[in-house]
């Protein structure tokens, strides 16, 4: 687990570059490893790989992270090699109030040194093509009760830089036609995963090394938005601009 590639994401969200050989990283940093590059030809129209071998295909084109939740069992360390393993816990398609919807749960398990260091469950969303003349669904309203709160901004280029540290190839973190035009929304989509990053090192920065931590994304973000990443106890929560809710987590710590 490179060193350099974890400094660099550091440095990326602003902070000092601090990890070398041998130190601990910080919570849902091994997003940016355990890479899958496909060839071109192996690619969705929207760059994630096609789905139809580990992910089932259900005949849904629109992709979503939306939720995820991890054990932290041991501290993963840079500069060691790791392994993870993955396998399909589930996977469902249903009908709601939009239209279909498939529902796949992923398992992530990484081993460090022999131990293992951490268990992720994933929550992907697969759905239709937005129709033009479909209302937008109305998002909840957040929380205005935190004992701490942020203010976090994301230009493109933080987006970009994301998604070339954790080979994300979404399109709709950097083609902003794409985004528009093809998926509906009113512009590049801040990660999930980021929320949910920033989330955890609040979290950490609280409450101390983190036993367990479980997110869920409610509304999408856009690059253009100011959003407030709040926390009240062992709850955090990312309020949009408007006072939407576009993320809750509920994190554990180890003390």
């Known amino acids: 687990m490179d060193p350099s590639r974890a400094s660099t ?27 899958t590059p496909e060839p071109p030809t ?31 069992h ?25 239209g279909p919807l498939g ?16 268990t992720e469950w994933q929550d992907l969303v697969y759905r239709e093509d937005p129709q ?3 209302p937008k669904p109305t998002p909840p309203r957040a929380r205005m009760d935190e004992d701490y709160s942020q203010q976090m901004a994301f230009s493109s280029t933080l987006l ?20 528009r035009d093809i998926e509906g929304y009113e512009g590049l989509v801040v990660h999930g995963p980021l929320l949910a990053q920033m989330l955890m090192l609040m979290a950490e920065k ?4 983190l036993k ?23 709850d955090l929560w990312v309020r949009g601009p408007d006072g939407r809710q576009s993320m809750t987590a509920h994190a554990e710590g180890r003390r």
């Open 132 to 134: 033009p003349d479909a």
């Open 206 to 209: 609280h409450l101390g090394p």
């Open 103 to 118: 529902f796949v749960t992923l398992r992530h398990d990484v081993v460090q040194d022999g131990v293992a260091c951490l």
């Open 160 to 179: 970009f830089r994301y998604s070339a540290l954790t080979f994300n190839g979404h399109r709709i973190h950097y083609d902003l036609d794409y985004a």
């Open 42 to 72: 192996h690619l969705g129209r929207d760059g994630h790989p096609k789905v139809g071998g580990l992910i089932p295909d259900m005949g849904l084109p629109r992709r979503m992270w939306a939720a995820g939740r991890m054990a932290f």
């Open 212 to 234: 367990a931590f479980q997110f869920r994304a409610t509304a999408p973000l856009m690059h253009f938005e100011t959003a407030s990443f709040c926390m009240k106890g062992n």
């Open 74 to 98: 041991a501290p993963l360390r840079a500069g060691i090699a790791a392994t993870r393993s993955t396998v399909c816990e589930s996977h469902q398609r249903k009908e709601g109030r939009s």
């Open 9 to 35: 994401f550091q440095t990326t969200l602003g902070h000092a570059p601090t990890i070398g050989v041998g130190d601990a990283l910080p919570p849902f940093f091994h997003q940016l490893y355990f890479w």
